[in-house]
C-alpha cells in the first residue's frame, strides 16, 4: 500500500512519486488544499482567489478523471497537510508516502511534518545537485548562471511517460477526514470559472482549462504554429492570447511538467530548425530555474523585507504605511493609467502579461512606497499562474532585495506607456470609463 500526495504537479506524466508508488499493490492518490491557503494574509484577502480557486479545480477535475481511466481515483481534501496526511498513512498502516520535492518554503515544513514521506526530485529542468556550477555562492547575476550552463550544453532531464494503469485504492473508513472532504465539495463547487471576454489567458473556455488534457493540447498547438518563430518579437505584447506562451498556468499546478516543454521546445528546434523565438522561449524557462534555485538556496529569507541582501534596499528604507494607497493599487484607482489597467486586467481575468507585471510592481515600490511583500501577496491571490518561487523571485528582483545587478529597477510610467502601448489600445480595453 502506497500514497501520493499530489501537491504542485497535477498530472500522470512525469511524475516519479506516481511511478514508484505503482510498484505496490493498492495506491491512495491524495491532493490536500492547505486550509491556511483560505485564511487572510497580508494583503487582507485570502490566499488564494476566486480565478486560482476556479483554475485549480479544473486541474483537480481533470486529474481525477485521468487517474479514474488508469483504475485509480483522487481523494481531495482541505485541511492542514501534514495533519491530513499522516492520518491517512496511520489508516494505511503507515503507508509511504510518495511527495515532488518543492522549493516553497511552506511546502518544504509542510514534508517535515509528515512521517513516512519518500521525497522525489522533479519540479525544473535539470537535478539540482548536478549542475556544472556551485550553487553557494549563489550565480549572480542571472546571465551568469545562464551562461554556465549554455556554455556547458547542460542537458534537461527527459520526461517520464505517463503510466496507463494503476493499482485500485484502498478503501477508507466513510468518516476518515470527513470534514476536510466535506470541505473540498463544497469549495470546489462553489468556485465557478470567471469568464471575460477580453480575457489574455481565458481559463473558462475548455481549450484553457488548468487539467493536464487542456495543457499537453495546448503545447502541441503552440508548437506547431508561427507563435513560436514570432515569440521574441511579441512576448512584450499586452492584448490577446497568442503575444506570449501561456504556459505558466499550467506550469504553475504542475499540471504539465517543465521537462515535456522543453522536450516539445527540442523537437520543435529538431523539425523546424532553430529560432530566435524557440531560444528565447529557453531563455525565458531558463528564468523559472534561476528562481526556483533561488528559493531553494535561500529559503525563508526570500520573505523577509531585505530579501537575501544584507540590508534594506533604498526603496524599502523609504516604506512607509498607506494602507489608502495600497487599496488603490489593487482596484486599480491610483490615477496612473497604465498602472489601474493592468491592476484591472489582473482582477478580471487572473492574469496579466510579464510587461504589465513589472510595471505594476515597480510603480507599487517606487512610486507608491509601499512593502514589495504586500504586492508579492496580493499577486498570490490574484494570479491562476501563481509560483511562489518566479512569484517571489521577481519582486525581490524589482525591489532591489533579490540578485538585480541594478539594485531597485524603477520602470517609468510614461516611458513604458508610450513603448509598449502607444495607440492607446491597452488602456482604452481596460478602462473603459477612462477612454471612451
Ligand atoms: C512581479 C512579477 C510577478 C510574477 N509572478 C509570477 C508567478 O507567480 N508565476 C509565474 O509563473 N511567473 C511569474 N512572473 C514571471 C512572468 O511574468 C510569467 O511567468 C509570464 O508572464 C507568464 O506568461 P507566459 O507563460 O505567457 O510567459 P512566456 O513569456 O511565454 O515565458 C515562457 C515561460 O518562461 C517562464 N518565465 C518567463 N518569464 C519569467 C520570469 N520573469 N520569471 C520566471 N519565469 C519566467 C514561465 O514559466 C513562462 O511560462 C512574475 C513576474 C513579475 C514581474
Redesign the pocket.
Known amino acids: 500500500m502506497a500514497i501520493v500526495w499530489f501537491r504542485h504537479d497535477l498530472r500522470l506524466h512525469d511524475h516519479a512519486p506516481l511511478r514508484a508508488a505503482a510498484q505496490d499493490d493498492s495506491l491512495l492518490a491524495v491532493y490536500c488544499l492547505p486550509s491556511a491557503w483560505l485564511a487572510t494574509g497580508p494583503a487582507g484577502v485570502a490566499r488564494i482567489g476566486a480565478h486560482r480557486l476556479a483554475h485549480l479545480g479544473q486541474a483537480l477535475a481533470g486529474l481525477k478523471a485521468a487517474l479514474q481511466a488508469c483504475g485509480n481515483d483522487l481523494l481531495i481534501l482541505v485541511a492542514e497537510p501534514a495533519s491530513a496526511l499522516n492520518t491517512l498513512s496511520a489508516a494505511l498502516d503507515n503507508a509511504p508516502i510518495h511527495v515532488h520535492a518543492h522549493p516553497g518554503w511552506e511546502e518544504r515544513e509542510a514534508i517535515a511534518g509528515v512521517k513516512n514521506t519518500c521525497v522525489h526530485e522533479g519540479g525544473g529542468l535539470f537535478d539540482r545537485h548536478d549542475l556544472p556550477l556551485p550553487l553557494d555562492p549563489f550565480p549572480t547575476p542571472f546571465t551568469h548562471f545562464r551562461k554556465r550552463l549554455e556554455a556547458a550544453q547542460w542537458p534537461a532531464l527527459s520526461p517520464q511517460p505517463a503510466p496507463t494503469s494503476l493499482p485500485a485504492s484502498p478503501a477508507l473508513p466513510d468518516n476518515l477526514l470527513y470534514d476536510a472532504r466535506s470541505a473540498a465539495t463544497a469549495l470546489f463547487a462553489n468556485s465557478p470559472a470567471q469568464a471575460d471576454a477580453r480575457s489574455?489567458?481565458p481559463y473558462a473556455e475548455p481549450d484553457w482549462h488548468g487539467s493536464e488534457a487542456a495543457g499537453l493540447a495546448h503545447l502541441q498547438r503552440y508548437f506547431s504554429t508561427e507563435l513560436v518563430a514570432d515569440?521574441k518579437a511579441t512576448?512584450n505584447g499586452l492584448l490577446g492570447t497568442d503575444?506570449?506562451?501561456?504556459?505558466?498556468?499550467?506550469?504553475?499546478l504542475g499540471s504539465v511538467s517543465?521537462r515535456e516543454?522543453e522536450a516539445q521546445r527540442l523537437a520543435y528546434e529538431d523539425h523546424y530548425g532553430a529560432n530566435d523565438g524557440s531560444y528565447?522561449?529557453w531563455?525565458?524557462?531558463?528564468?523559472?530555474?534561476?528562481?526556483q534555485l533561488l528559493m531553494w538556496q535561500f529559503g525563508r529569507r526570500c520573505f523577509h523585507r531585505q530579501g537575501i541582501q544584507t540590508q534594506l534596499s533604498d526603496s524599502s528604507r523609504k516604506v512607509r504605511h498607506d494602507p489608502a494607497a495600497f487599496q488603490a493599487w489593487c482596484t486599480g484607482t491610483t490615477g496612473c493609467d497604465l498602472v489601474d489597467a493592468g491592476m484591472r486586467e489582473l482582477a478580471a481575468t487572473g492574469?496579466?502579461?510579464?510587461?504589465l507585471?513589472?510595471n505594476?510592481?515597480s510603480y507599487l515600490i517606487h512610486d507608491l512606497h509601499q512593502d514589495w511583500r504586500l504586492?508579492?501577496a496580493w499577486?498570490?491571490h490574484q494570479?491562476i499562474?501563481?509560483?511562489?518561487?518566479?512569484?517571489?523571485?521577481?519582486?525581490l528582483?524589482?525591489a532591489g532585495a533579490g540578485t538585480d545587478p541594478r539594485s531597485d529597477r524603477r520602470f517609468n510610467p510614461v516611458r513604458q506607456t508610450a513603448m509598449y502601448d502607444p495607440d492607446g489600445a491597452y488602456r482604452r480595453c481596460w478602462l473603459p470609463d477612462r477612454f471612451s
Not at 351 to 355: E, F, K, V
Not at 385 to 395: H, I, L, P, R, T
Open positions: 489574455a489567458l515569440y512576448r503575444y506570449s506562451s501561456k504556459w505558466s498556468p499550467w506550469l504553475a517543465v516543454i528565447w522561449l531563455f525565458e524557462l531558463m528564468w523559472r530555474e534561476y528562481f492574469y496579466l502579461s510579464n510587461r507585471r513589472q505594476v510592481a504586492g508579492a499577486l498570490e494570479l499562474d501563481f509560483d511562489v518561487a518566479s512569484n517571489q523571485g521577481n519582486w528582483y524589482l
